[in-house]
């Protein structure tokens, strides 16, 4: 059981975790996707719940069961999950972002499945929209968690992100890491904020998701 993962951290709180990838269709059979899990975010919704938060959880298509007492809502596409997030959002004290979104969407769905020619095709991808950016806009502002999803320069890159999405922490992973990150069962993080860092060891999703989640409602309510 999870018990042990028990505590009221973050009693009284509400917190809105999105996860999982998103799916861009293509055609009526295809579509561009990523190699997300919903792993990592899933277990950080429900260790937020054991720790007391009334948690609302954001989930692209993945196949895993709701955590016991969260409230999830299905999306599909990052442009539902930007419309989803921007009206969950300003009733969150804390927004934590997993999600792997899709950075571009096919210009136009076809209507019809697209035929195999002779000749490969050429896809009209277009930019998708920063959620975690555009849900930094809102107001009142929600204390922002992000994840950055890296394979080399893991910590700069991640701090880099921090600044750009103008969020207050981001738990930067490494994904090359053997064992870690994508489809695996474990992960290793290290959370960072505007001047200071902590580091949590390579160990399974749900233990990490509970460490991470301590730290993040520490965090959240000593700030200034
Ligand atoms: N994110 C988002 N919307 C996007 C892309 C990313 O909300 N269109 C969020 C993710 O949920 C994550 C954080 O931003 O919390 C970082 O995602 P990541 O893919 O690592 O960063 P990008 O800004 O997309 O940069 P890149 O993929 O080029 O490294
Ligand atoms: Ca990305």
Same mark, same amino acid.
């Given at each position: 059981g999870k018990w042990h993962l028990r505590s009221s951290a973050m009693q009284g709180l509400k917190v809105l975790v999105n996860a999982g990838p998103? $799916?861009?269709d293509i055609d009526p059979v295809r579509y561009i996707g990523n190699r997300s899990s919903g792993k990592m975010g899933f277990s950080v919704a429900e260790a937020a719940a $054991? #720790?007391?938060a009334e948690v609302c959880l954001i989930a692209g298509p993945v196949h895993l069961p709701t955590p016991l007492g969260v409230r999830r809502i299905d999306i599909r596409s990052a442009t539902e999950l930007l419309q989803c997030m &921007? @009206?969950?959002a300003p009733h969150a004290d804390i927004v934590i #972002? @997993?999600?792997a979104v899709a950075d571009f969407r096919v210009r136009e769905i076809a209507k019809q499945k697209i035929k195999r020619g002779p000749d490969g095709i050429h896809l009209d991808l277009v930019p998708n929209p920063d959620v975690l950016a555009e849900v930094a806009k809102v107001q009142p502002r929600p204390f922002l968690v992000g994840f950055a #999803?890296?394979?080399?320069?893991? &910590?700069?890159?991640?701090?880099?992100? &921090?600044d750009k999405k103008n969020i207050d922490l981001i738990a930067a992973n490494d994904v090359a890491r053997? /064992?870690? /990150?994508?489809d695996a069962n474990e992960n290793a993080l290290t959370l960072i904020s505007r001047d200071q860092q902590w580091h949590f060891a390579q160990a399974g999703k749900s233990e990490l998701a509970g460490q $991470?989640?301590?730290q993040v409602a520490a965090l959240y309510r /000593?700030?200034?």
């Open positions: 998103t $799916l861009e $054991l #720790a007391g &921007l @009206s969950e #972002a @997993s999600a #999803a890296e394979t080399e320069n893991v &910590l700069t890159y991640a701090r880099l992100k &921090l053997p /064992g870690c /990150g994508f $991470l989640i301590t /000593g700030r200034s």
